[in-house]
Nanobody
Framework: QVQLVESGGGLVQPGGSLRLSCAAS????????MGWYRQAPGAQRELVAS???????NYADSVKGRFTISRDAARNTVSLQMSSLKPEDTAVYYC????????????WGQGTQVTVSS
């Protein structure tokens, strides 16, 4: 059973930075997109950022210019550099891998807490 393991969450003051990383427990063939989602208390899970195998990125409007997603396809890892953090960024962050070959499958990490507070 492949697992996605996240690291890098924690408590940070407003305006600070954090870097989240996610790695698969073993190499997964056929990964297309990798991404990060977040879920705040009482809210639905939302896409934060994604990156395709071709390097195309997509960001939620609320994080554009502050967050940067990157991936190492060979190692099946994805990272999210978060800067200028705001209290509204507080949430549990989940990494996501989308496999398209040999069949469509979605892998999820267990989640890592990010808290932005003074």
């Amino acid at each position: 059973q492949v697992q996605l393991v996240e690291s890098g969450g924690g408590l940070v003051q407003p305006g600070g930075s954090l870097r989240l990383s996610c790695a698969a427990s073993r190499v997964i063939v056929g990964i297309n997109a990798m991404g990060w989602y977040r879920q705040a208390p009482g809210a639905q899970r939302e896409l934060v950022a994604s990156i395709t195998s071709g390097g195309s990125t997509n960001y939620a409007d609320s994080v554009k210019g502050r967050f940067t997603i990157s991936r190492d396809a060979a190692r099946n890892t994805v990272s999210l550099q978060m800067s200028s953090l705001k209290p509204e960024d507080t949430a549990v962050y989940y990494c996501h891998f989308q496999r398209v070959f040999p069949a469509r499958y979605d892998y999820w990490g267990q989640g890592t807490q990010v808290t932005v507070s003074s």
